[in-house]
């Protein structure tokens, strides 16, 4: 059962998160990043990164990245007991505040599995409207992509 009324800070991911945030991808996704690709992340000047804190432990964690008027969500994950608590809504807002404040208003993309329908349910809450798909994706399993997209005009 999920908590409710937690209090979190969400802040800039550094360095020190990566093995933390590693920890959560390989619990919530089937081909998870390395911790690699991650501070990859970290080291490009289109990214922008967020962790989220409860009681200093990193719950979740979101990785997105912006070139011109086109913003594309990589990462956004929140440990299972801490699902349905605003968390993802809290990196979302966080992420389109950022984004605001370098006058941003453009599109934001983001592929979802196709059998990851809360992941699609989530996004569908928060106005994002499904574009396509994108045949064999994902690996380990194969599965197709869901394109979606929010306009922020």
């Known amino acids: 059962m999920a908590k ?3 209090q979190t800070i969400i802040r800039t991911m550094d360095y020190s998160d990566v093995t933390s945030v590693g920890a959560i991808e390989k619990l919530s996704f089937p081909s998870p990043w ?3 690709s991650f501070k990859h992340e970290l080291e490009n000047d289109y990214s922008i990164n967020y962790v989220v804190l409860h009681v200093d432990v990193i719950i979740g964690y979101l990785c997105a990245q912006e070139i011109l008027d086109e ?3 990589l990462k956004l994950a929140v440990l299972t007991e801490y699902r349905r608590c605003g968390i993802g809504t809290a990196l979302l807002n966080a992420l389109f505040t950022a984004l605001k ?3 941003f208003t453009g599109k934001i993309f983001l592929e979802a599995r196709l059998s990851n ?3 699609i349910e989530f996004y569908k809450k928060h106005n994002f409207r499904c574009l396509h798909i994108r045949k064999d994706y994902y690996f380990k399993p194969v599965e197709d992509a869901l394109v979606m997209m929010l306009d922020m005009l």
């Open 71 to 73: 913003a594309q969500i």
């Open 4 to 6: 409710k009324n937690i």
């Open 117 to 119: 329908s809360s992941a």
């Open 34 to 36: 390395t911790e690699r």
């Open 101 to 103: 404040q370098h006058k």
